[in-house]
């Protein structure tokens, strides 16, 4: 019995250690990407022009979903059951297909969000050179990335850990791009920082034929649950930019996933507890939602940016939700507005694409 009590001893002594060593882990890697951090710029089109007024032009886009959402694809931290893609060559399959779905748009502009580097659950693909590769077979698009996280590697779940993730936003653009910055949301500063995402926005920078700027900031928020400092934080941080830019005359869209139901206006008919409705009122004079130019019975016909990833995709079963679209300044034009509907085809999100031209 002694013997079985020192061997269960040194077992418990041994995990007990296993435990405190990944904490520390954890605790001394953790560190926030630094704000104002000016980002590379990669020119493949040296001869592109400026942006024209009164031209149409289109703009999307696409959470990629770090090339792991097949439609039967479930995720852990939902409720569901994957914690990475099914393998390497399904990852290179779905961006792949994502980015097919977005040339297949025609887009002279794209803020694509998920886009992983170097990580565990895409079995370390650098998706952003595959992107490069489908938008750039005529050297047409110039491009720039920011790292929205680079997190610690989880244990979690035992069986299949989900692993390091490094991943972050591109921006692609047929005009030339002047500069690039990525700007650091606020997050989380309790103990919950650990288990938060870093956050970030891109703001890039294109001339305009008359002397100013149109500028596009790429956006992926986090999915704030009941922190409503945190919500206000990054709201606040967007308005800031948006007052500051319309301020100099400059042209402003801002878009991506925005981790907030922008179809719904209530907490009445809320569909999901870690999705709130955008608070339309904390956007300053001059600015709305691109959605918000439909009527309503346009808005509700329109084909939903999300599903819920709890289990795979059914057709009329998986709930479904709008995170995805643009906020734009009153001196651009919107010209038409929709959702491309692949059925989540490659991701559990959809592209969401924005005709408009300067005024």
């Known amino acids: 019995m002694k013997k079985i009590l020192k061997i269960l001893g040194i077992l418990l002594l041994i995990l007990v250690i296993a435990v405190l060593t990944y904490v520390g882990y ?24 400026k942006v024209q007024i009164g031209k149409n032009y289109r703009i999307v886009s696409y959470n990629i979903g770090f090339g792991a959402y097949t439609q039967d694809f479930s995720f852990f931290m939902d409720g569901g059951e994957s914690s990475r893609a099914k393998d390497k060559d399904s990852v290179i399959k779905t961006v792949t297909g994502s980015a097919n779905n977005l040339t297949a748009l025609n887009p002279d502009f794209a803020m694509i969000e998920e886009v992983d580097l170097h990580s565990t659950r895409s079995y370390h693909v650098n ?28 244990f979690y779940p035992i069986q299949q850990p989900h692993g390091k993730s490094k991943s972050g936003i591109a921006f692609f653009a047929k005009a030339p791009i002047t500069s690039s910055l990525r700007r650091s949301f606020p997050i989380s500063t309790s103990f919950s920082k650990f288990f938060d995402l870093d956050r970030c926005y891109i703001v890039s920078r294109i001339p305009v034929e008359n002397g100013k700027e149109l500028v596009c900031i790429s956006v992926h928020m986090s999915a704030y649950g009941h922190d409503e400092n945190i919500r206000k ?23 991506g996933d925005f981790n907030h139901d922008l179809k719904s206006k209530g907490t009445n008919n809320q569909v999901a507890d870690w999705a709130f ?13 691109a959605i918000d130019t439909l009527s309503e019975e346009e808005k509700n016909a329109l084909w939903d940016t999300c599903r819920f990833t709890d289990m795979p995709y059914i057709p009329g079963k998986t709930q479904t939700i709008t995170l995805d679209g643009f906020i734009l300044s009153d001196n651009i034009k919107i010209k038409n507005y929709d959702t491309y509907k692949t059925e989540y085809m490659y991701s559990d999100h959809e592209p969401v694409y924005m005709d408009f031209e300067l005024k």
């Open 26 to 49: 954890v605790y001394f890697s953790y560190d926030r990407i630094e704000d104002n951090q000016k980002l590379e710029v990669k020119t493949q089109n040296s001869s592109a022009e």
């Open 127 to 154: 998706q952003y050179d595959l992107l490069q590769t489908a938008f750039n077979k005529d050297k047409a698009f110039n491009s720039t990335f920011a790292i929205n996280y680079d997190s610690a590697y989880l």
């Open 233 to 255: 934080g990054q709201i606040g941080m967007l308005v800031d930019e948006m007052n500051r830019e319309y301020a100099k005359g400059n042209y402003v869209i801002i878009g």
């Open 277 to 289: 409705p955008f608070p339309r009122e904390e956007l300053p004079n001059h600015f709305s939602l």
